[in-house]
């Protein structure tokens, strides 16, 4: 039987992607990436005398940071000014609720909703509309943070430790975010313009699903259009390596930001800047999360980038977390027990079944 031309399409694209993936381990399953990684874990956990280790790291936040922390209690961590205004809300609210909650803190659209509790940009989604919030509320059945949306156009995730007792700490990562977007002919339509490029070819059916319209839409020539806003790796945002852009200064405007965090350090600072010589200033900048021990070095995924340097970045990073714990454990900050930390796990198990049920 002979194909169609669309069936002949969706073979070729498969082929493609098939290959870019293979071919480009950032886009490999964590798992396998991962796994000369669980070896050296192991290692570290008999020098630590601890299977959860990590807990010591962050010690005001839940399970180190590592998995299953409320991305609520951390922001409760940091100083309001250094953070978008954000609120908290059970899955049984209303409509009327976050649009009341707007009104009183004079946001207007977009904003951002995202679960309390997540990662890899699950449910994280941009509100433009009361359509879109009630949309997001049929579908959400976890506690989640209403969030202003921060139009700064550099986003960043910023990789930071220091040493318990270090008066000063280290940026060891800056991973520069590339949302998936596209350049107009005036003729083209952003389907046909995603099509024509390998990455994006990735995530196409996905932005088929999210955004039909912006798909059918022809930008003018020369016009840029955002066709994914969330900046996460598994949405077709670019990591982008951008760790030689640290300065001294910078470096010490995030001491005295951490020094700001009680019991913070090791993790990442996912944030939106207006420029690099502001954020160095600390002005024009907003902190949209913070991971603890659980956080990646984002720069290991810029295009090209060996494995072989990303296994070299990842496990310094393992061992300044182990050494951070183990310094903290001496000074009295307890491991989580082995007992309760299969427990942790077993809530956040539970947790993902009802994420998944949705």
Known sequence: MRQSSWQLFKRKLFEVTFFMKLFHWEFWPFNVVYFPVFVYYAFLAVRARSVFFFSAANPTIEFGGM????????FNLIPEKYIPTTKCFPPSSS????????????????????????????????????????????SVKVDFLAQA?????????LFYYRFPGAKKGRISSITRKGLMAVTGDGKTTVRSLLKSNLRARL??????????????????????????????????TT????????????EAQFDQIADAISGFHFGRFDLRCQSYDELEKGINFKILELNGAGAEPGHIYHPGRSIWKGYRDILHHLNVLCNIAIQNHRLGEPYTSFKEGLRFIKKVKAYNRLKESE
């Open 67 to 74: 998995l299953g922390e409320s991305k609520g209690d951390i």
């Open 95 to 138: 409509a009327t609720d976050i649009t009341s909650w707007m009104e009183a803190t004079r946001l207007t659209y977009p904003i951002l909703l995202k679960p309390d509790i997540g990662e890899r940009g699950w449910m994280v989604k941009k509100i433009d509309s009361l359509a879109d919030i009630e949309q997001y509320l049929r």
């Open 149 to 157: 949306y921060v139009p700064y156009p550099i986003e960043l995730g």
């Open 203 to 236: 995530y196409i059916n996905d932005f088929e699903e999210k955004y039909p319209e912006k798909m059918n839409s022809v930008p003018g020539k020369g016009e840029t259009i955002e066709v994914e806003p969330i900046g996460n790796h598994c949405r077709g």
């Open 239 to 250: 990591f982008l390596d951008d760790t030689g852009k640290v300065t001294e200064k910078m």
